[in-house]
């Protein structure tokens, strides 16, 4: 005989079997309640049942016995221990997941398509590895049940127009944000933020990058469960904690991007936009609301307009290509092959013919891998060139004067330029490769009213403060501070300052320099004609005496190097300085 004993005080409250049932091992003999909740009491064997002990109600003490059986062989089939009755809490799961699906709401997203548009969630599937996102508060609705039936928020608001989470990229672990615009038009709602938040907080700790994608208006006024709980919501934290974040921020927009997430895309490191996009801090109705007229949404902020502020630091024809670079960008600490340059033989870049400008984007060609080049702002600023690239394999950033642009002077737009992206490869911790071919800062009573003096400034004191590995090559023209400002302050800077022969330096332009030193010598020539012959003598002189191999002789910076070894000296000085690491200070959203 066998018997079934308590093994806590509890009370009885069903008795399953009688004397003479047989039982099958697994078979519920007695269910015992303790601390409200019930216990199944089974047979650990088969048998037939010589005696029940208790009765339903019963209090029990540890060790009363409860069923006694003689263990056998029975003829009835095993019992089935697991539940096959209908499971509603199951139910009711599956069917509130199955709203989250873009499934659930065919209209919308057939709406979307017929824009030429994606859904959040079809960004947020081409972002991550397939299988590896988690999503964060995907059941939250919008803060509205006091005004609306809670089914109907369910259904319509789903997310509350934000869908959160971590994932994969390539194998690397990424948070993204995706708002999502067929929810109450994009905008923030107060449990929209209560997810961003959350998420950054995961980001942060976990020190993972963070993409967002930006498309939607501003903060809504109509949630009305915590409308007696606050006045403005002044106090929302999502905006400083997601610019004080200091992972790479990659924001992606398209379509309309206003107001709060408009200033969440401005604070992104990287900001990529698609040619139908129209970003502004302020949307129709806040133009309205401050009696500034009434404004089409579709008159604010295009594309075009913010390519050429430099608010869009690259813009894509749609999202698929938008999320393919912010893969690019997530991928630049990645190892990658070594490809062969694109471009023509690096000797023939720069033309024979010292006075002829040629496409400095021709010489990125032929030292950088095959397509490998990303250039950033590139409407913006145009006097300057940037962009990452890998030379060999290895991430860098690109900072390149534009001879095609005002002869590759400085203007207080490409300072700007250069100074951001200096901060931005020092934050992500990217070895820099400056391009030389400066006559210096741009001058002249004009110039000087655009603020030249601060905008300048701004490129010296990111060198200053660059902690990454750096490269200066000279590829012609190096004249004064503006050649300084692209070696990171000067040629002792980097950690190698080269200069191909074609490299000529000076304190300023040869000609200016002939024209200020020689100005009385000069006039005092009557002859046209011989006047103009002593200025090019004079001229070739200067030249000569700051060619590249001249002054790589007084040591005026490291080396001269053949235009063709370039990549190869790159590699070898980035070797040596050892691996970049993220410096941890912020990146100006200017």
Same mark, same amino acid.
């Given at each position: 005989m066998k018997t079934i004993k308590s093994d806590n005080p509890a009370i009885v409250s069903d008795v399953r079997v009688a004397e003479g049932d047989e039982i099958a091992k697994g078979a519920v003999l007695v269910v015992t309640e303790l601390m409200k909740m019930q216990h199944e009491i089974r047979a650990t064997e088969s048998g037939v049942v010589a005696a029940v002990h208790v009765t339903a109600g019963q209090e029990l003490a540890e060790g009363d016995r409860l069923v006694t059986y003689s263990p056998q062989s029975v003829t009835q089939s095993a019992v089935n221990t697991k539940e096959t009755e209908a499971r509603p809490e199951f139910a009711e799961y599956e069917a509130r997941r199955a709203l989250l699906e873009d499934g659930a709401r065919p209209e919308a997203v057939a709406r979307r398509h017929a824009a030429g548009l994606r859904t959040a969630r079809e960004n947020i599937d081409d972002l991550f590895d397939a299988g590896s996102f988690t999503e964060y508060g995907g059941f939250a609705v919008a803060a509205q049940r006091s005004k609306r039936p809670l089914d109907q928020l369910q259904s319509r608001t789903q997310g509350d127009g934000i869908i959160c989470g971590t994932g994969l990229v390539n194998g690397r672990p990424v948070a993204a944000m995706a708002v999502d615009y067929t929810v109450l038009a994009g905008t923030q709602g107060y449990n929209h933020h209560r997810k961003m938040d959350r998420l950054i907080a995961v980001a942060k700790e976990g020190e993972l990058p963070i993409v967002l994608f930006a498309e939607g208006g501003g903060g809504r006024p109509n949630d009305c469960d915590v409308?007696?709980?606050?006045?403005?919501?002044?106090?929302?934290?999502?905006?400083?904690?997601?610019?004080?974040?200091?992972?790479?921020?990659?924001?992606?927009?398209?379509?309309?991007?206003?107001?709060?997430?408009?200033?969440?895309?401005?604070?992104?490191?990287?900001?990529?936009?698609?040619?139908?996009?129209?970003?502004?801090?302020?949307?129709?109705?806040?133009?309205?609301?401050?009696?500034l007229g009434v404004v089409d949404a579709r008159e604010i902020g295009p594309s075009e307009v913010q390519v050429a502020n430099g608010v869009i630091d690259h813009l894509t024809q749609d999202e698929e290509g938008a999320v393919a670079v912010a893969k690019t960008l997530l991928g630049l600490h990645d190892a990658s092959g070594d490809v062969d340059p694109s471009g023509e033989a690096p000797r023939t870049v720069v033309p024979a013919d010292r006075t002829r400008a040629y496409d400095m984007r021709d010489a990125v060609a032929t030292l950088v891998d095959a397509d490998s080049f990303l250039e950033l702002r590139r409407g913006f600023g145009t006097g300057m060139i940037t962009g990452f690239a890998r030379v060999h394999g290895r991430a860098v950033g690109v900072l390149a004067n534009n001879p095609l642009h005002i002869g590759g002077a400085i203007d207080a737009a490409a300072a700007d330029k250069g100074a951001r992206f200096l901060q931005l490869c020092d934050a992500w911790g990217l070895a820099v490769v400056t391009l030389c071919d400066t006559p210096g800062f741009m001058v002249g009573p004009e110039i000087e009213q655009t603020g030249q003096v601060a905008h300048v400034s701004r490129l010296f004191l990111a060198g200053a403060h660059f902690s990454q590995p750096m490269v200066t090559v000279i590829l012609r023209k190096a004249y004064g501070l503006g050649a300084m400002a692209m070696a990171g302050g000067g040629f002792d800077r980097p950690n190698l300052c080269c200069a191909w022969p074609t490299g000529e330096v000076g304190a300023m332009g040869l000609e200016g320099a002939v024209r200020l030193g020689h100005r009385?010598?000069?006039? *005092?020539?009557?002859? &046209? $004609? @011989?006047?103009?012959?002593? #200025?090019?003598?004079?001229?070739?002189?200067?030249?000569?005496?700051?060619?590249?191999?001249?002054?790589?002789?007084?040591?005026?910076?490291?080396?001269?190097?053949?235009?063709?070894?370039?990549?190869?000296?790159?590699?070898?000085?980035? *070797?040596?300085?050892? &691996? $970049? @690491?993220?410096?941890?200070? #912020?990146?100006?959203?200017?």
């Open positions: 409308a007696g709980m606050m006045v403005a919501g002044l106090n929302v934290p999502s905006f400083r904690h997601f610019a004080a974040h200091k992972g790479p921020k990659i924001g992606i927009v398209t379509g309309l991007c206003f107001a709060g997430n408009a200033a969440l895309f401005g604070v992104c490191d990287v900001r990529i936009a698609t040619t139908n996009s129209w970003i502004g801090m302020g949307g129709p109705a806040m133009i309205e609301g401050g009696g009385d010598h000069l006039a *005092a020539i009557e002859d &046209p $004609a @011989e006047r103009e012959a002593e #200025y090019q003598r004079l001229v070739a002189k200067l030249y000569e005496n700051g060619k590249a191999l001249n002054a790589a002789s007084l040591l005026e910076f490291d080396t001269v190097i053949d235009p063709a070894d370039t990549r190869a000296e790159i590699t070898r000085v980035f *070797a040596v300085a050892g &691996p $970049a @690491e993220p410096s941890g200070r #912020y990146v100006d959203a200017w």
